[in-house]
């Protein structure tokens, strides 16, 4: 299962980005999605998660409200609509794809490379 993960970039502070992640080599609709993020020095944390069929969605509080999941199973692809971006956003996204619908890392199997998101103020 391979995951490319894409739509970063440079952008000012309250400003949007769309992030998008779309699998192959596998049946995504098989999978929970999830989203996580890195900021530089810091650990890699969670986002967001949204289950198989995308009709539930989970987040962690710092970002409701801000953040939006989901997903398009005919297009095998998650999404991840980031608005009112604060320079605390500033990390390398990742998506991932997994057996549990859960926020945890360590519960996600396969994993993209990232996508950079650089918030300036």
């Known amino acids: 299962v391979q995951l490319q993960a894409s739509g970063g970039g440079l952008v000012q502070a309250g400003g949007s980005l769309r992030l998008s992640c779309v699998v192959s080599?596998?049946?995504?609709?098989?999978?929970?999605m999830g989203w996580f993020r890195q900021a530089p020095g810091k650990e890699r944390e969670s986002v967001a998660a949204?289950?198989?069929?995308?009709?539930?969605?989970i987040g962690v509080d710092s970002v409701k409200g801000r953040f939006t999941i989901s997903r398009d199973n005919a297009k095998n692809t998650v999404y991840l609509q980031i608005d009112n971006l604060q320079s605390e956003d500033t990390a390398v996204y990742f998506c991932a794809a997994g057996k549990y619908y859960a926020l945890g890392p360590d519960l996600y199997e396969y994993w993209g490379q990232g996508t950079l998101v650089t918030v300036s103020s």
């Open positions: 949204i289950n198989r069929s995308g009709n539930s969605a």
């Open positions: 080599g596998g049946t995504f609709g098989n999978y929970h």
